[in-house]
């Protein structure tokens, strides 16, 4: 009885090891299964999701303008402090005094990419871009100033 | 040399004769995190094991307590990072609960199938890094592939491929991405097609079962002592699926049926996730054609505020039971909260699981419990 449990454990040892093993050469010899990317050598093939949330960003258009009325709502939703709204007052030819954004200064190195910030957004000033390679060598270039330099609001946004 | 006080005391008691203490972890490869387990042997027999938790504290119910309702969420999506999803959900169905807040039907499909392939993902990445605790290389690749085809759709339709953040109360805060039910079904046909090979490489394997069966044996009133939930307690015979004992969302409509195995040894643990697994792809197929066309987020105020009293809501997650309590004073951010995770009372059973065993068989205990340390220590 020994002899035949020893025999028969034998048997189904090699057996599922074999069916381990085959399953292995099929995709040894089907190089068309293999999914690894190569990256970084694949970078200009690369495509990442739209809605990929890398960073927040603020679009400009092409008369270097943005929408941002500067209602800090997104310094509101954010939930740890990452996005901070610096407002000046601008003085409208009319003479009318009008908020307007001095910086939008975000802080990528706090950021969680959590969404709340464009979410509450009332007037799509910013939104999150796919970019995700983000290393500098100083930790001070992650703060960033999301308007650029010169920009103004559209018109008829309020 | 530290004096001896009140405070600190010398605990390096080395017990009885030929008894020895190794300390596993906090930096180990086998215990995925930083967990240390104090463990007594004699000789290559485990004695006794103490987990030693801390050490990734990062305390997120205080965190909580600073953060409005639509803020929190977030944070919870770092408690058990592999069913981020199904957090979310259970702290969005509290808010939703306590502020009577109507879900669209549309949210509910999404935020149910998108549960599913959360559960679906965690339990494959288990799978592959179980396997690997046992020697086993091979399957966390394959298991990974499976995997990777559910990020991308996280990706495409969340925006993260962990950490989703994907809902917010009263439903999701944008609508499903075009491609969605297309690649949902890719990766249904895909993973019908390949989970066999799960079963030739690890199930079937003589090895594996050698190590596994029999190993790390749990009893059904032990696990219901110990207040271990999900695939822990129901490898043990403890039915215990939220999803079928209170309902929440659509889980009410969908066909689905409980798995739930009686040995209650490792191997027992190991076949819960894999057929469980089959569930989950049973409760998309039935989900995936009839999303409801509608909104996909319900009309909520601009400031949510919890009325004042006490809400509890509880959802299964990949590993268990998650409880979400909330005292509220009536303000714009919870009074105190208090996690329920599934992952500490399921390790609480080790000790009674693992002791009298030898320290090969520790391994395949620990790992069958699918241990995710920042979901016990918070």
Request: net charge negative.
């Amino acid at each position: 009885m020994f002899i035949k449990d020893y025999i028969s454990d034998v048997y189904n040892g090699v057996t599922s090891l074999l069916k381990g093993m085959r399953k292995t050469g099929w995709y040894f010899v089907h190089p068309k299964e293999i999914i690894t990317e190569q990256y970084p050598d694949n970078r200009a093939t690369l495509k990442l999701a739209d809605r990929f949330k890398g960073e927040v960003v603020m679009p400009h258009d092409e008369n270097n303008e943005h929408t941002c009325t500067g209602c800090t709502a997104c310094e509101l939703a954010c939930p740890n402090g990452t996005i901070k709204v610096v407002t000046k007052f601008e003085t409208t030819p009319e003479g009318k005094k009008k908020k307007a954004i001095d910086a939008l200064v975000y802080r990528l190195e706090l950021c969680t990419m959590c969404n709340l910030c464009v979410a509450a957004c009332p007037s799509d000033a910013i939104k999150m871009a796919p970019t995700f390679e983000h290393s500098v060598f100083d930790r001070t270039k992650l703060t960033k100033i999301l308007n650029q330099p010169g920009s103004k609001i559209k018109e008829g946004i309020e | 040399m530290i004096q001896e006080t009140e405070i600190i005391k010398d605990t390096t008691h080395l017990g009885d004769e030929g008894e020895l203490v190794v300390n596993m972890g906090p930096q180990h490869p086998a215990t995925h995190g930083v967990l240390h387990l104090v463990v007594t042997l004699n000789g290559e027999t485990i004695k006794k094991i103490e987990p030693h938790l801390g050490y990734i504290h990062r305390s997120i119910e205080k965190m909580c307590e600073s953060l409005t309702y639509r803020q929190f969420i977030y944070v919870t999506s770092r408690m058990d990072y592999l069913s981020s999803h199904i957090n979310n959900l259970g702290c969005a169905l509290l808010i939703e609960k306590g502020m009577q807040i109507e879900v669209p039907e549309r949210a509910k499909y999404v935020r149910v199938i998108l549960s599913e392939l959360t559960r679906i993902a965690s339990h494959e990445l288990w799978l592959g890094a179980m396997a690997m605790d046992l020697g086993a290389f091979t399957p966390f690749f394959y298991a990974f592939r499976e995997r990777e085809m559910i990020t991308d759709i996280m990706e495409d339709t969340c925006g993260a491929r962990l950490t989703m953040n994907y809902i917010v109360p009263g439903g999701l805060m944008y609508d499903i991405h075009p491609d969605f039910q297309k690649k949902v079904k890719a990766f249904i046909t895909q993973f019908k097609s390949k989970v066999t090979e799960y079963e030739d490489l690890v199930t079937n394997n003589v090895i594996f079962q050698s190590r596994t069966k029999g190993v790390g044996i749990l009893s059904a009133e032990d696990a219901i002592s110990y207040g271990c939930t999900g695939p822990v307690a129901r490898a043990s015979g403890v039915s215990c699926d939220i999803r079928k004992l209170f309902p929440y969302e659509v889980y009410d409509k969908v066909e689905f049926d409980e798995v739930i195995e009686t040995a209650g040894d490792s191997f027992a643990r190991y076949m819960v996730r894999v057929k469980e697994m089959n569930q989950s792809i049973r409760i998309i197929e039935q989900l995936i054609d009839n999303i409801p066309e509608g909104d996909f987020v319900g009309k909520t105020k601009n400031v949510l505020k919890l009325p004042k009293g006490e809400f509890y809501t509880r959802v299964e997650t990949a590993r268990g039971e998650l409880g979400v309590y909330i005292v509220s004073e009536g303000g714009t951010t919870p009074h105190r909260i208090k996690f329920r995770s599934p992952g500490f009372s399921n390790l609480s059973a080790l000790n009674h699981m693992a002791a009298g065993s030898k320290i090969g068989d520790l391994m395949a205990t620990m790992g069958t419990l699918d241990l995710v340390i920042p979901d016990i220590d918070r």
